[in-house]
């Protein structure tokens, strides 16, 4: 972090624990001092994975529908 707050994030990643991969919705935020120096950062990951894979589906779904037509 350079000091700025970033807010819903989404990064894909994959590790031999996940070889299919996850998304990752991440937020994050400086931490300072009184004198407003920056001293570090924190940073929330949540798994969005089913809320994306869903999306998609959806997305698919009404793609096909409207070539139906």
Known sequence: ???EEVNDIE???RNPQRPE???LS???KPLRDEAGTLR???ADFRDVTDRKRTAEELSQANDVSLGAS
Do not use: K
Request: glycine share 34%.
């Open 1 to 3: 972090m350079r000091g």
């Open 21 to 23: 991969g996850i998304w």
């Open 11 to 13: 990064t894909f990643i």
């Open 40 to 42: 570090g950062g924190v």
């Open 26 to 28: 991440v937020n994050g």
